[in-house]
């Protein structure tokens, strides 16, 4: 059986008030399955998230939404249309 990776990751740290909020959306919007990547301890992370975390990428089209973002947001990155 062959498994392919989600297609969003979600960047976010350990003990983050914003990236449990950044959960929340994802929730509500209905985002397809995730990872979730915490950079804590990972330099290069580090450098590339630390001051913007949370922050959700589309893996397949390289496209990062930084936080703050809402449902309909999500939606728009996910291609659906932001009327629901």
């Known amino acids: 059986m062959i498994t392919t990776a989600p297609a969003l990751t979600l960047f976010q740290r350990d003990d983050c008030h914003l990236c449990d909020l950044a959960l929340e959306v994802l929730a509500q919007a209905r985002a397809p ?14 450098a590339l998230y630390g001051m913007r975390v949370p ?3 589309d893996e397949a089209a ?23």
């Open 33 to 46: 399955e995730f990872e979730s990547v915490f950079i804590d301890e990972d330099e290069r992370l580090e």
């Open 62 to 84: 390289g496209v990062e939404l930084d936080w703050p973002f809402d449902a309909a947001a999500v939606g728009v990155l996910l291609g659906r249309s932001s009327e629901g």
């Open 55 to 57: 922050v959700l990428r």
